[in-house]
């Protein structure tokens, strides 16, 4: 299998490339990319039109809960995500659209069992940011300030239940502070940062399916507490 990260230059402009293009390092004919089980590349194109690869499914492989895509379709996101972080002059972290994939095709299954939906919500104080949900975010937020002598700022928040919660506050384990406080860094704040810019599209159906019992399904996989996660 030939390794596309063995080519650093590209022969068309990064104005073309739109500074990242989507690749990947088999022998399979291009037309069979969108077939072929091998792991996509993503490359990195500079102002220098030097092009640094990236293998996804690498880069994913220390994450348990992140599975490096497969289909065309979610490798996409990971391109425009990588234009988005680009722009904002950010370091490109493929965590984060990882993360934003599980969680919209894992909403889809908690919104088929139950309708009681109400958002998780970034609550960021300095350098400390709160995880926490919410059925009303506005009221939240208000009783949150009014406890908090300094000023608070919503990053960000995305449509969940409690499951959504404590998976988030698992995958982000390792900035945890106190109770729902975690530090406002590395993945944490590029994820924060990535969904207020690009809010997450949870295409919600219309008529969910009818369900059998209130007990709510447990869609968000248990993580290990060996890899410093629960």
Known sequence: ????????????????CGHVTLLKGCR????????????WFIGIIDSHRVT?????????????WATAPREHSDALEYTSYVKAAIERGEEVDFTVPALRECLCRN?????????????VYFVVDSDMVKIGWATNLNARFISLQSGNSRPLRLAAAIIGDRSTENYLQSVFKEYWVCREWFRHVGRLKNFTTDIADRPCKVQLPADPVQRKSRRRAAVFPRLSPRSGQR
């Open 28 to 39: 399979c004919h291009r037309d069979r990319w969108i077939i072929c089980d091998h792991p």
């Open 1 to 16: 299998m030939s390794d596309p990260a063995q080519s650093t230059t590209d022969n068309r402009s990064p104005a073309e």
């Open 52 to 64: 640094e690869f990236h293998n996804l499914a690498d880069a994913l492989a220390p994450y348990p």
């Open 107 to 119: 909403l889809q299954l908690v919104w088929q069992v139950d309708r009681s939906l109400g958002s």
